[in-house]
């Protein structure tokens, strides 16, 4: 059964830094597209990054230049480095993987709040 668990959220102040990860539980999970998501309160779920197979990656614009995906075939793991939070990062953040529309999952999310 595929299985994917974020960890690493919490509450940080303006300007501080986490690191997300997710644990992803399938066969072949070097092939698949990984993407982090969000979701705020009271809006739709949002692209934030994602990283191929091959190792390209796309940010939001939102998050350029703060947030870094990064991917460990080895591991089976996918993390995003997130620096320099503002309170609109505020948000659950979900992790996906994405081959084709029949194989595509998600996790339960991981609630980040950046407070003061």
């Known amino acids: 059964q595929v299985q994917l668990v974020e960890s690493g959220g919490g509450l940080v102040q303006p300007g501080g830094s986490l690191r997300l990860s997710c644990a992803v539980s399938?066969?072949?999970?070097?092939?698949?597209?990984m993407g982090w998501y969000r979701q705020a309160p009271g809006k739709q779920r949002e692209l934030v990054a994602a990283i191929t197979s091959g190792g390209s990656t796309n940010y939001a614009d939102s998050v350029k230049g703060r947030f870094t995906i990064s991917r460990d075939n080895f591991k089976n793991t996918v993390y995003l480095q997130m620096n320099s939070l503002k309170p609109e990062d505020t948000a659950v953040y979900y992790c996906?993987?994405?081959?084709?529309?029949?194989?595509?999952?998600w996790g339960k999310g991981t609630l980040v709040t950046v407070s003061s």
């Open positions: 399938i066969s072949a999970f070097s092939i698949y597209t």
């Open positions: 996906n993987a994405d081959f084709s529309t029949y194989r595509n999952y």
